[in-house]
């Protein structure tokens, strides 16, 4: 499932979340006891890893 960041307007707290698909665009509140505010989704960089050969550009055959 993917993780996704969010920001409080009212406390600043930041909080990252894990959520389904179905899951992401229905509004989140805050965790704070206090506070429960809606949260605002921030743009993060995907948690993405490139493992084996073939990902550099010395892997690629060269143009005949």
Partial sequence: MPTYDFTCPECGREQERVLRLSESNTPQQC??????????????????????????????PGKK
Avoid: I, M, Q
Wanted: glycine residues 6%; aromatic residues 14%.
């Fill in 31 to 60: 965790s704070r006891d206090e506070c429960s505010a809606w949260l605002v989704k921030e743009a993060s960089a995907p948690a993405l890893k490139f493992k084996g050969a073939g990902w550099t550009p010395r892997h690629y």
